[in-house]
DNA sequence: ACCAGTGACGCAATAGTATACCACTTCGCC
DNA sequence: GGCGAAGTGGTATACTATTGCGTCACTGGT
């Protein structure tokens, strides 16, 4: 029920490829590399940071480049939009499964920046009983919680 | 535990006017302008079509005009965002609480684009249980549902 | 090996969202 | 009336994202 997200960014990359593989798309250099630099990124990254990123090793990228590589890995699940920052964030589960894309909580630190995801089907099923009750079918959610990491709270 | 969600803009504009009051804050003209703009509009508002909107009868409106506008309006908890829309929605609630600035629940259908809002206690509950599993401490939630309602699924 | 079809990329322009900054006015208070 | 705080006008700019089009590279069938 709970998969461990302990991967690194290494083995996210892996996994990564591996996973095209079997889907039968293209995991070219570009969305590689991309995809290695938001992993690389705990917290996070926006899409002109990234650019710039990649700009130091790909002086051809433009926004169009970064963006379409970030849509690439969000249809593959690989990577998440972090609606309330503006900012995309690697998925770090190990399996990503079809019933997980639309279904993932993001806890977010407000001091340190710090990015983690759960998938808790508690909270899938409370939500779509709760919008079973207006009569809403559930596609999708986004629920994103910001607070206080725990070395953040000690620290204040 | 639930408020009724039924009033007209008209009242939710004299009830902000009647709130701003006594908390001591100003209602300005442009204030209850942009309020009442958001209000009229079920589904929600973006910034620049609100701008539009402003502008056939406030010609100097600009960009920050309606940002500091929304901004004092989500301050007092009478707009909420929609992050995943960058979209603007009044808040429902005849009696809006301190409680429930931080814990409501937007439900939003993907094909009419309407909006209900709701401030349900067991979701709040349920976040901060599962936020404090991993000793983080919760400040803010955001949560936004994506689906059919009632009206555009049996249309389909 | 050849070719057509598809998908990825390069590149320029533009659309859409939000804030910084400074001057001036209005308001509430003394 | 004088003062400080808050609100507004106005310009510029920063930040975020998409459109459109031409070209190139990979794929699959012949
Ligand atoms: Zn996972
Ligand atoms: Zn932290
Ligand atoms: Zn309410
Ligand atoms: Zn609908």
């Known amino acids: 029920m709970h998969c461990d997200h302990t991967a690194s960014a290494e083995q996210l990359v892996d996994i990564a490829e591996q996973r095209c593989r079997e889907l039968g798309v293209r995991f070219t250099p570009i969305r590689r590399r991309v995809f290695e630099l938001v992993s690389d990124t705990p917290g996070g ?3 002109y940071e990234l650019l710039d990123r990649l700009s130091t090793e790909h002086a051809s990228a433009r926004p169009p ?3 379409r590589a ?6 593959q699940g690989l990577v998440h939009r972090i609606e309330s920052q503006n900012a995309f964030v690697a998925c770090p589960c190990p399996e990503p499964r079809p019933d997980h894309h639309g279904g993932f909580q993001l806890m977010i630190c407000r001091a ?10 508690e909270v899938t099923a409370l939500m779509s009983q709760l919008v079973a009750e207006h009569g809403y079918t559930l596609e999708r ?4 919680l910001v607070g206080l990491c725990p070395d953040c709270r000690s620290a204040a």
């Open 112 to 121: 340190c920046g710090r990015v983690e995801e759960m998938h808790r089907l």
């Open 45 to 47: 990254l926006k899409a």
């Open 65 to 67: 480049t970064v963006y």
């Open 141 to 144: 959610q986004t629920v994103e």
């Open 70 to 75: 970030l849509d690439f890995l969000m249809e």
